[in-house]
T-cell receptor
Framework: DAGVTQTPRHEVAEKGQTIILKCEPVSGHNDLFWYRQTKIQGLELLSY????????DGGAFKDRFKAEMLNSSFSTLKIQPTEPKDSAVYLC???????????FGPGTRLTVL | AQKVTQTQTSISVMEKTTVTMDCVYE???????LFWYKQTASGEIVFLIR??????ENATEGHYSLNFQKPKSSIGLIITATQIEDSAVYFC????????????FGAGTKLSVKP
């Protein structure tokens, strides 16, 4: 079975650009999560979807971050406009249900100049 | 409110010894799920082991086991016979059963296993 896939693996953006990160969860999983990981802040939740419905939004990220589930097998995270402080690794994860463990993708490393 | 705390920033042990990593959590839910994950130097995060709050028996999985102390809201990860490949960052996470929120993660503990 394919795990969680994320594209691109690396992204370099100029300040003010719009970037879109993509994620495909494990087939059949109902829950999808977007996290941002930095050394200082650790793992921060950006968005959580259950069966395509938004269940939780990371409060600090509502301004310029927008995650969507276009269908049950594809999600995007849009950052608009990007700022240098957005430089981080963005992780997508999925789980079968609310009680199950999460499967993480390899992440997208974003650098904003 | 949900909260997960890992107070050990880093631990260094010799190969083939046993190590315990601490994790405490806060929850108002009577039913919840606890998870441990490992993040390797490459950045990959993998699930290791879980404990369901209603189970009294400590979970085990290979050379990983848990020390679940419910009255103390504590879930320690024990790695026996450590190997160099166990060097990684370990995250503890909690998910409440009666809550539609995402799991909460601790800050992580960096484990270094030395030969």
């Amino acid at each position: 079975d394919a795990g969680v896939t994320q594209t691109p693996r690396h992204e370099v953006a100029e300040k003010g650009q719009t970037i879109i990160l993509k994620c495909e969860p494990v087939s059949g999983h109902n829950d999808l999560f977007w996290y941002r990981q930095t050394k200082i802040q650790g793992l921060e939740l950006l968005s959580y979807f259950r069966s395509k419905s938004l269940m939780e939004d990371g409060g600090a990220f509502k301004d310029r971050f927008k995650a969507e589930m276009l269908n049950s097998s594809f999600s995007t995270l849009k950052i608009q406009p990007t700022e240098p402080k957005d430089s981080a690794v963005y992780l997508c994860a999925s789980s079968l249900s609310g009680f199950a463990e999460q499967f993480f993708g390899p992440g997208t490393r974003l650098t904003v100049l | 409110a949900q909260k997960v705390t890992q107070t050990q920033t880093s631990i260094s042990v010799m190969e083939k010894t046993t190590v315990t990593m601490d994790c405490v959590y806060e929850t108002r839910d009577s039913s919840y799920f606890l998870f441990w994950y490992k993040q390797t130097a490459s950045g990959e995060i993998v699930f290791l082991i879980r404990q369901d709050s209603y189970k009294k028996e400590n979970a085990t999985e290979g050379h990983y086991s848990l020390n679940f102390q419910k009255p103390k809201s504590s879930i320690g990860l024990i790695i026996t016979a450590t190997q160099i490949e166990d060097s990684a960052v370990y995250f503890c996470a909690m998910r409440e059963r009666n809550n539609n929120n995402a799991p909460r993660f601790g800050a992580g503990t960096k484990l270094s296993v030395k030969p």
